[in-house]
Every structure is written in C-alpha cells, then in structure tokens.
C-alpha cells in the first residue's frame, strides 16, 4: 500500500540505490495507491493540495476497496463531552465495540489542520489530549474551511467533528454509515431564535445514515421532526422489541411522546432502506433513531424536571449558540447526579453497536452480485442451467485404471492436512417452470434436488494432486460415525493413503466434518452451514504428532488448510518447518484466512521473514488476501526491523512504482490495493496466487539473488522492483497477471465447488514435479476449468493433466 510506494520524484528504474526511508513510509501510510480519493475524481492535479486537507487512513481504504463494512465515528464527543483520560477510554471502547461487531471504525476529527478519516490510535490521543484548549474547535461544516485554511497558514488547530462535519468527511471518503450519541435539533424557542442545528440542514443534502438516540431531549422535538421533514429527510426508529408505531427517542428517554415517522424492525430493514436510496440515487440523509437501552433509560418526567432547571438558567444567563448546548447537558449532569452519565455511555454504546450491525448488512447487500460473481468469475459468462448432480458417496466410480495404494514407506511428493468432510448439496429446483425468483424462499420448504459426496478442502486438494500424478498423503481427521466410515471407503478407493487420517470415537464427542450448502436454480450459494468441529479437537494440537507423521511420509510439501483450528494450524506449521518441507497455504475462507497470524498460530511471528520464512505459498482470492493482510497488520506483523528491511531492499518509489503497477496487473487491481497487498505480505509468503474470478490469477513473487529470471529478458516485463544492494538476499518483485485460457459459457458450468481446490491441488503437484510456478498456473487454472464443469468436487479429467502440458 502507500507505505510501500513512499513519494519520490525518481522512479525505479531511474536510480542503482534505494532511496525510500522508514519514517517516509509511514508518513505515507496515510494514502493508499488506488484509494477511493482518486477514484472519485479528487486526484490529479489537485491531489497533493487535497492530501494535506484530508487524508483517509490504510485501513479504511482497504476496508471501503474490499466491500468491508465501515462505520464512522465523530470526535466532537471525546473533545467536548468528555474529560480526559475518560475520553480516551471511551474512544478505544467504541472502535472496538466496531471491531468486534464486524465492522471497520472509521473515527473522524481534525489534527494540526488536517482532516483524518480513520485515526491512528496516536492520532487520536493526540487529538483527545488537547480537550478543552482554545486551539482545539468543535467543529461543524462551516469550520472546515477556516481550519483547513488557517492549518495550511500554519496555524496549529485541532477540532472534534460534529454530525455535521462528521457526515461530511465520511460522505468524501465513502462511508454510508454513521454511529453517534445524539442529534442536535431545533432548540426550544427556535421559531423566534431560530436556533437550528446544522446537523439538520446536512442530513437534508449529505446521503450518510446517522445512527443516533434521537436528538437531545432538551430540543424541541415535534419542531424538529418538522424541520427535517422539511429538509426531505428519512426518519425512522427501531423497534427494539416493541411492536406498532413506536414513539421518536428523547435521548435519555426511550419516549418522547411524539411518534417516529417509520419504525424500523431490525438492521437489515435499515441497510435495505440505505442501499435503496443510495441506488436511487436520494441525495440526502437518513436518520435511525435507537432508543437508549431499557436497563440505563431515565423516566421522561423526571428527566423534563432537570431539563426545564438548566434551559431556564441558560437563557437567563444568556448562554446561546454554541455553547448552549455544552452548557445544558452539564447542568443536567450535576442535577442527575451523574446519572444522565451513565445513560450517554449505555446510548452511544447501543448506537456504535446498532450501526455497526446495519454496517455489515449493507455490505452483504452491496456484495451479494459481486459475491456471486467472485466464485463462477475464473471462468464464466452467460446464466448457469442445471445440470446432473454429484453421485452419493456410495455412487462414487473409482475407474479401473486408479493406481493402487501407495505403500507407507515410500516417498510422498505431497502431504495434505487439512479438512475432509461429507458434503450435502441443496440445489433449488422449483415445481414450476414459470416460477421467475431463481432463489428459494426463506422460511418456508423448498422443492430441491439433494445430493451427497464426499467433500472437504483438504481432501479435495489432495485428489486434484493426486490425478495431476502427485503420490499424495492425506491427513485428516474423521469420527468412527457413518459418514466418517464412508469417507474412509472413498479415500482409499481413489488409491490416496489414509495411514494419516485419525479416527476419533464418538463417545468422546466427535462428528465428521459436514458440509450443506443450500444453491440457488443458477448454482449459486445462498447459504452454507459448516460442522468443522472436529478439526479443532484437542488430540490434533500436538506438535510431535504432526512432526512423526510428515517425517514418515517424507513429503517435499506441505499444503495446510485454515479449517484447523489456530492452535492445530501451529503445530503443523512448526511440525513441517521442522522437516524442511516447503508450505501452502489455502484460506479456505475469509473468516478462516486470518488464522495464520491469529496470536495461537505462534509459528508466525515478526521476525519469521525472508529468508527464515514460514510459508512458501498461499492461494487466496482478493478477499482472502484482504483479510491476510489485515490480520498481520493487526497482529503488528508490519512493524519489525526484518520486515522492513525487506521492504526496503525492494526500493519502491510513489509515481513510478504505481505507474508499473497498473502497467502489469491493471488499473482496476492497483486502485482496489490488490498487488500493493501482495508486495507487504511478501516477506512472509514470498509466493502470493491471488485468484481474480475471470480476470485469472496476480501471481507475486519474491525472488532471491541468482535466479535465472532476473536475467532472463523474456521475464523482464513483470519485475517490478530489482534490488541492486551486494548486501541484499533479495534479488526483486515478480508481479505477473495470468489469465485463464478461456472463458466457459454459464450453460456450461455444472457446480463452482471445488475449483479453487482443484487449482491448488495441481500447483502444488507441479512444483513438486520441478514446474516453475509461472508455467504451471495455465495448467492450474485449466484444471479448475474442468472442476467447474463437473458434478464433482474435483474434475476426474484433471487426470494426468500435467502430463498434457
């Protein structure tokens, strides 16, 4: 990302020396190449004067690139609500409420004159420390200029966002949804004031979703409810677990007395609102208002008491404008006794929550077609028809000319540990043919056609690498069940050994992994259900177990898939580490990818970098590249000496390293941050296969000193860096986009499961077989081709493919 490509005026091929410096990359990491700023048309001759106005953290950009659900988060309550240190407790509480829902934050204020979506933590503390000074501005939209400006001047001024300035900022950098405490509104008296919030005239030309507990109760409500239907304004409120038309929340009070123009269910009533006027497109805000939970709400009388003492001594005080409201909710506090605290914790809590939650159902929304796309894409075209299904476990046809089991004591090319489960597939086929929803309909019985075959990713990548004519073990774990026994039956039936596949009884609580997928009439996933249990039994985390077993199978690699639990994950990682085996990696899922720096799998640490790496290879597609690398950001894994050493020798500068980017993997890969993640995560996996769907694969390697391609001219279009050190194990970046040979007709496909494992299967087989990893992904990739048109998990005419080549 842009850390890696630091700004320079040189370019790559320019200059013999490395030329980016550490503290230049990570003041730079505040703009990702490709972010959604130049994608939205504020690059060009304007970006360098943009960027020292606003900038949009990594994080939230790669977030918004990859269809991550983000929430923003203002700042105005940390820097005027709060006292110090409380306010930073409260902001650490809040991102990680975000985090924990799903969700990325996205906290937005003003430093030193620059506005930062997404705030480093140092950002933050830096910001919220300085609470309360003159220099520091609670901030609504018409600030954003004089603080801009006056910051470019070089004047030192902070400044907490409110919802309107909030909204503003996150709507520049692409966010849909926000989580606040409350609204500001129309105060009491506003007919002769005219005492308005700006947070409504911006809900009323801002298109962002504000989550809030209604506006404060000490505004007048009916009026501004007027106000904002004025403005064109959506509101509604949650129900909660009420039913019929619920009241409008007074903040501290779950009822107001004034009825809410909507109710709302739940979020994903809320997300489909949102994602229906973002595709209107309705060019204005939306409001949901949350009422503070019931345990922590304070009784609307009692709370009218406090209000009706701290407005009247406002206005006889002559306290007006800005710091009105300031002045209100701390007369209040005192008059509660702190209690009108507690509520405001217990408010924003729910609302960072509830927002959060709407979040990730928008983005759900916003992925399904892409989703769908993302697993047919290798290959396809038109709209899938259906086709037979896969045979029963018991249906299976081994052909006669299957090679026969190979004895214990001889070599494996490869060793597979990984899932091997029982499948059942749910393919929707309607009574009628002129039924148009091509989807099942949810909560109710649907006509299918139901079938069972043996599945699994560990299993599959094992068979793939045994028809491409790998001697393959496999390594599993099955229950002494039915299913178990069955599976047993078609592994050795393929000729694939089982010597490594444990048995584990029932009576210790074990079931066979199982797999149910429930398609659509095109194929297409609508819902999985997963029992993977088993894969995390405890018998599996010993090290010595694995370390016997891939000694005897005597395997030069190792393919690892992350249905294992993070601790089993580990010790099959030391294990093969410790017989100098070579290691794949398979994310199986984007959940799952994270696994491999989850703080158990201790086998992964920051110093475990080129050429004491780990992993010699993973196969993710983009969004489990994604979630690779943010789990080794998040586990620090960016912030070592080695890596950056690493990184360093790559000698990757700003216009010229995005310049060669987008000239070998494509505008559209370099804008979503795709190769730029690939680039940081190799010094760890040195040999990063990104499945693209129909673009086929970004295949980004490391190369060491000496390799024959960095002398080979044929190659020398896809370097993109080259190290020029004596000093340097590394010899450069290899980035090469490698399409698939062809694409098929939807008409043709049969199934889309399996065929990244079909894939990985035959990579593998190659490179144990000494194919060069760039030779043998056409191959790969034509195997998965055949996968996608087979009722099998794995194509039975990937048979011998290698030896077509």
Same mark, same amino acid.
């Given at each position: 990302?842009?850390?890696?490509?630091?700004?320079?005026?040189?370019?790559?091929?320019?200059?013999?020396?490395?030329?980016?410096?550490?503290?230049?990359?990570?003041?730079?990491?505040?703009?990702?190449?490709?972010?959604?700023?130049?994608?939205?048309?504020?690059?060009?001759?304007?970006?360098?004067?943009?960027?020292?106005?606003?900038?949009?953290?990594?994080?939230?950009?790669?977030?918004?690139?990859?269809?991550?659900?983000?929430?923003?988060?203002?700042?105005?309550?940390?820097?005027?609500?709060?006292?110090?240190?409380?306010?930073?407790?409260?902001?650490?509480?809040?991102?990680?409420?975000?985090?924990?829902?799903?969700?990325?934050?996205?906290?937005?204020?003003?430093?030193?004159?620059?506005?930062?979506?997404?705030?480093?933590?140092?950002?933050? /503390?830096?910001? *919220?420390?300085?609470?309360?000074?003159?220099?520091?501005?609670?901030?609504?939209?018409?600030?954003?200029?004089?603080?801009?400006?006056?910051?470019?001047?070089?004047?030192?001024?902070?400044?907490?966002?409110? /919802?309107?300035?909030?909204?503003?900022?996150? !709507?520049?950098?692409?966010?849909?949804?926000?989580?606040?405490?409350?609204?500001?509104?129309?105060?009491?008296?506003?007919?002769?004031?005219?005492?308005?919030?700006?947070?409504?005239?911006?809900?009323?030309?801002?298109?962002?979703?504000?989550?809030?507990?209604?506006?404060?109760?000490?505004?007048?409500?009916?009026?501004?409810?007027?106000?904002?239907?004025?403005?064109?304004?959506?509101?509604?409120?949650?129900?909660?677990?009420?039913?019929?038309?619920?009241?409008?929340?007074?903040?501290?009070?779950?009822?107001?007395?004034?009825?809410?123009?909507?109710?709302?269910?739940?979020?994903?009533?809320?997300?489909?609102?949102?994602?229906?006027? @973002?595709?209107?497109?309705?060019?204005?805000?939306?409001?949901?208002?949350?009422?503070?939970?019931?345990?922590?709400?304070?009784?609307?009388?009692?709370?009218?008491?406090? /209000?009706?003492?701290?407005?009247?001594?406002?206005?006889?005080?002559?306290?007006?404008?800005?710091?009105?409201?300031?002045?209100?909710?701390?007369?209040?506090?005192?008059?509660?006794?702190?209690?009108?605290?507690?509520?405001?914790?217990?408010?924003?809590?729910?609302?960072?929550?509830?927002?959060?939650?709407?979040?990730?159902?928008?983005?759900?929304?916003?992925?399904?077609?892409?989703?769908?796309? $993302?697993?047919?894409?290798?290959?396809? @075209?038109?709209?899938?028809?259906?086709?037979?299904?896969?045979?029963?476990?018991?249906?299976?046809?081994?052909?006669?000319?299957?090679?026969?089991?190979?004895?214990?004591?001889?070599?494996?090319?490869?060793?597979?540990?990984?899932?091997?489960?029982?499948?059942?597939?749910?393919?929707?086929?309607?009574?009628?043919?002129?039924?148009?929803?091509?989807?099942?309909?949810? !909560?109710? @019985?649907?006509?299918?056609?139901?079938?069972?075959?043996?599945?699994?990713?560990?299993?599959?990548?094992?068979?793939?690498?045994?028809?491409?004519?790998?001697?393959?073990?496999?390594?599993?774990?099955?229950? #002494?069940? *039915?299913?178990? $026994?069955?599976?047993?039956?078609?592994?050795?039936?393929?000729?694939?050994?089982?010597?490594?596949?444990?048995?584990?009884?029932?009576?210790?609580?074990?079931?066979?992994?199982?797999?149910?997928?429930?398609?659509?009439?095109?194929?297409?996933?609508?819902?999985?259900?997963?029992?993977?249990?088993?894969?995390?039994?405890?018998?599996?985390?010993?090290?010595?177990?694995?370390?016997?077993?891939?000694?005897?199978?005597?395997?030069?690699?190792?393919?690892?898939?992350?249905?294992?639990?993070?601790?089993?994950?580990?010790? *099959? /990682?030391?294990?093969? $580490?410790?017989?100098?085996?070579?290691?794949?990696?398979?994310?199986?899922?984007?959940?799952?990818?994270?696994?491999?720096?989850?703080?158990?799998?201790?086998?992964?640490?920051?110093?475990?970098?080129?050429?004491?790496?780990? *992993?010699?290879?993973?196969?993710?597609?983009?969004?489990?590249?994604?979630?690779?690398?943010?789990?080794?950001?998040?586990?620090?894994?960016?912030?070592?000496?080695?890596?950056?050493?690493?990184?360093?020798?790559?000698?990757?500068?700003?216009?010229?390293?995005?310049?060669?980017?987008?000239?070998?993997?494509?505008?559209?890969?370099?804008?979503?941050?795709?190769?730029?993640?690939?680039?940081?995560?190799?010094?760890?996996?040195?040999?990063?296969?990104?499945?693209?769907?129909?673009?086929?694969?970004?295949?980004?390697?490391?190369?060491?000193?000496?390799?024959?391609?960095?002398?080979?001219?044929? !190659?020398?279009?896809?370097?993109?860096?080259?190290?020029?050190?004596?000093?340097?194990?590394?010899?450069?970046?290899?980035?090469?986009?490698?399409?698939?040979?062809?694409?098929?007709?939807?008409?043709?496909?049969?199934?889309?499961?399996?065929?990244? #494992?079909?894939?990985?299967?035959?990579?593998?087989?190659?490179?144990?077989?000494?194919?060069?990893?760039?030779?043998?992904?056409?191959?790969?990739? #034509?195997?998965?081709?055949?996968?996608?048109?087979?009722?099998?998990?794995?194509?039975?005419?990937?048979?011998?493919?290698?030896?077509?080549?």
């Amino acid at each position: 990302m842009p850390g890696l490509l630091a700004a320079s005026k040189m370019s790559v091929s320019s200059r013999p020396a490395v030329i980016c410096s550490r503290s230049l990359l990570r003041a730079r990491q505040q703009i990702p190449l490709g972010s959604c700023l130049s994608r939205r048309g504020l690059a060009g001759d304007t970006r360098s004067a943009r960027d020292r106005l606003f900038r949009v953290s990594e994080e939230v950009q790669d977030a918004l690139a990859t269809g991550k659900p983000v929430v923003a988060l203002e700042t105005t309550i940390y820097t005027h609500g709060y006292p110090y240190p409380e306010n930073v407790a409260l902001a650490s509480h809040l991102e990680s409420l975000v985090r924990v829902y799903g969700g990325v934050p996205a906290t937005i204020g003003v430093l030193n004159g620059v506005a930062h979506v997404g705030m480093q933590p140092e950002e933050l /503390i830096q910001l *919220i420390k300085t609470a309360g000074e003159e220099t520091t501005w609670k901030l609504s939209r018409r600030d954003l200029g004089f603080i801009g400006g006056l910051g470019l001047r070089g004047k030192k001024l902070n400044g907490g966002t409110t /919802i309107a300035a909030t909204m503003i900022l996150a !709507h520049l950098a692409g966010i849909k949804i926000f989580a606040t405490g409350g609204l500001g509104g129309v105060h009491r008296g506003g007919e002769s004031s005219m005492d308005i919030s700006a947070d409504l005239t911006e809900l009323g030309r801002t298109p962002v979703a504000v989550i809030s507990s209604g506006c404060k109760s000490f505004l007048d409500i009916p009026r501004t409810l007027e106000y904002l239907e004025t403005q064109g304004v959506g509101v509604g409120t949650f129900a909660d677990g009420r039913h019929g038309q619920v009241d409008f929340p007074a903040f501290w009070s779950r009822d107001s007395g004034v009825k809410s123009p909507q109710t709302i269910v739940d979020e994903a009533d809320a997300a489909a609102v949102v994602y229906a006027q @973002s595709m209107l497109p309705v060019h204005s805000g939306l409001l949901f208002a949350n009422p503070v939970p019931v345990d922590s709400a304070m009784e609307k009388a009692t709370i009218e008491g406090y /209000i009706a003492t701290a407005v009247a001594e406002a206005d006889r005080n002559g306290i007006r404008g800005n710091a009105n409201t300031p002045y209100i909710l701390k007369r209040i506090r005192e008059l509660s006794d702190g209690a009108t605290v507690t509520a405001n914790s217990a408010l924003v809590e729910a609302n960072v929550i509830r927002g959060t939650k709407v979040a990730v159902e928008l983005a759900k929304l916003e992925r399904q077609d892409a989703a769908a796309s $993302q697993r047919v894409v290798p290959l396809v @075209s038109k709209a899938v028809e259906t086709s037979p299904a896969p045979a029963t476990l018991e249906e299976q046809v081994v052909p006669e000319h299957a090679p026969k089991k190979i004895p214990f004591d001889v070599p494996f090319d490869v060793f597979v540990a990984g899932a091997l489960a029982s499948d059942t597939l749910c393919d929707y086929q309607p009574l009628s043919t002129t039924v148009t929803e091509v989807a099942p309909v949810m !909560h109710t @019985s649907n006509p299918a056609q139901i079938t069972q075959s043996p599945g699994g990713v560990g299993r599959n990548v094992a068979f793939a690498a045994h028809l491409a004519g790998a001697q393959v073990a496999l390594a599993s774990v099955v229950a #002494d069940d *039915i299913a178990g $026994q069955s599976l047993l039956k078609h592994v050795k039936d393929t000729g694939i050994s089982t010597d490594y596949i444990r048995q584990i009884p029932t009576s210790n609580g074990a079931r066979t992994a199982q797999y149910v997928a429930v398609n659509d009439m095109k194929k297409d996933l609508v819902v999985a259900m997963a029992d993977m249990a088993i894969l995390g039994h405890p018998d599996l985390e010993s090290t010595s177990y694995w370390s016997e077993s891939i000694a005897k199978a005597q395997a030069n690699w190792v393919v690892v898939d992350a249905n294992w639990s993070p601790a089993i994950l580990s010790s *099959i /990682i030391t294990a093969a $580490q410790s017989q100098n085996a070579r290691i794949a990696f398979e994310p199986v899922s984007t959940a799952k990818a994270a696994r491999l720096f989850h703080p158990e799998t201790s086998a992964m640490t920051p110093s475990k970098v080129v050429p004491n790496h780990v *992993i010699n290879l993973a196969s993710p597609n983009k969004m489990e590249l994604s979630a690779i690398y943010h789990a080794a950001r998040d586990a620090l894994m960016f912030e070592s000496d080695q890596w950056w050493k690493v990184v360093d020798s790559f000698g990757l500068s700003g216009s010229g390293s995005r310049d060669r980017l987008v000239a070998v993997a494509g505008r559209d890969l370099v804008d979503q941050g795709i190769p730029q993640q690939c680039i940081q995560l190799l010094p760890f996996i040195p040999n990063l296969v990104t499945k693209l769907g129909r673009k086929g694969c970004l295949l980004t390697s490391l190369l060491r000193r000496g390799d024959d391609k960095l002398t080979d001219p044929e !190659h020398a279009r896809f370097f993109i860096a080259r190290t020029y050190s004596d000093n340097s194990e590394i010899g450069g970046v290899y980035m090469r986009l490698i399409p698939p040979s062809r694409l098929v007709e939807e008409s043709e496909v049969v199934s889309v499961n399996g065929i990244g #494992d079909t894939m990985l299967g035959v990579i593998v087989a190659g490179l144990a077989k000494g194919y060069a990893l760039e030779n043998i992904l056409p191959t790969a990739q #034509d195997a998965a081709i055949l996968t996608l048109k087979s009722r099998e998990a794995v194509s039975p005419e990937v048979r011998g493919i290698l030896n077509k080549k």
